[in-house]
């Protein structure tokens, strides 16, 4: 997402990370981003439902995505756009085991 020919947000789907949940069978929303500076204008709604939009048009009806379990804004934010958890699996990187919550969300066609 560009505003005055800056980027501003950006939004990834991954077709083929290993899923933490076999129910799953969709597309991970892997990266949902936006600048600080422009939360609560809606335009990370606005970057979500492409996205959902996207996976419609691939075939797929549900999506997913994991957000570790002590961003409550992230969490607040999916939750409000319907949303549920799924489950819980973790992000290991150096010696570090870090907790994400799984979400996922039927699409409606």
């Not at 600048?35 to 709604?45: A, D, E, I, P, T």
């Not at 075939?59 to 957000?67: C, K, P, S």
């Not at 409550?72 to 994400?100: L, S, V």
């Amino acid at each position: 997402m560009e505003k005055e020919g800056r980027i501003i947000g950006c939004y990834q789907l991954d077709f083929d990370t290993k899923r933490p949940n076999l129910e799953i069978k969709a597309p991970e929303l892997s990266v949902l981003y936006l600048s600080q500076h422009f939360h609560g204008m809606g335009l990370g709604k606005h970057m979500l439902k492409h996205a959902e939009e996207e996976i419609l048009k691939l075939g797929y009806d549900t999506i997913w995505l994991t957000a570790y379990y002590e961003n409550k804004q992230a969490i607040a934010f999916y939750q409000h756009q319907n949303y549920a958890m799924k489950g819980k699996c973790y992000f290991e990187m150096g010696h570090g085991k870090y907790e994400n919550w799984v979400f996922w969300k039927e699409l409606k066609k």
